[in-house]
């Protein structure tokens, strides 16, 4: 997963985000501070031009807006069966609703492996356009978001009322 040609960043409401790119599609999406998030090496370029990173800016720029509740991006998918089966469930989970761990892992035909699930779910690699915020435990309760469970409870919220998140001052 660490085959990154480039990358940007952005400021967004909820901190800075690092958005990182092969030749035609985003390979990864991180808040910059998050703990699993890739570092830049020197064979990685900056390049604000490229254009799904320049995508991914746009439409996140609109998401947090509230003018975006579904994301058109082409994302280069590397992991395994069983993860993009369970990244193409996340991606299917409608804008302002949740799940549970569990019936992520009925959606993808394994009802017993919620852990595995829940892992699958903590490799994401496209927080936000990949809606791994919108996965809760079992009783609602908000547990393991890579970007913190501030960031995912304001996401969440976002969802809930469609009032912009802005930039603090």
């Known amino acids: 997963m ?3 040609r480039c990358y940007d960043r952005m400021t967004s409401p909820l ?3 690092t958005l990182y790119a092969d030749d ?4 990864a999406i991180y808040f ?3 703990g699993g998030a890739p570092a ?3 064979g990685m370029r900056r390049e604000p031009l490229h254009p799904a990173i320049q995508a991914g800016k746009a439409q996140l720029i609109e998401y947090f807006a509230g003018a975006r509740r579904t994301f058109e991006l082409p994302l280069a998918v590397r992991g395994t069966p069983f993860q993009r089966a369970v990244w193409n469930a996340i991606a299917a989970v409608p804008y302002g609703a949740t ?4 019936e992520l892992a009925t959606r993808v035909a394994a009802p017993t492996a919620m852990r595995a699930a ?3 779910t903590g490799r994401n690699p496209w927080m936000i356009v990949v809606p791994c915020h919108r996965i809760v435990g079992s009783d609602g309760t908000l547990t393991g978001y890579a970007g913190g469970l501030e960031r995912k409870r304001a996401l969440l919220a976002l969802e809930a009322s469609n009032v912009p998140l802005v930039l603090a001052a």
């Open 2 to 4: 660490k085959n990154f």
């Open 15 to 17: 901190g800075d985000i």
């Open 24 to 27: 035609a599609a985003l390979a």
């Open 32 to 34: 910059a501070d998050e």
């Open 40 to 42: 830049i090496d020197a």
């Open 99 to 102: 799940i549970a761990y569990r």
């Open 118 to 120: 829940g892992a699958a």
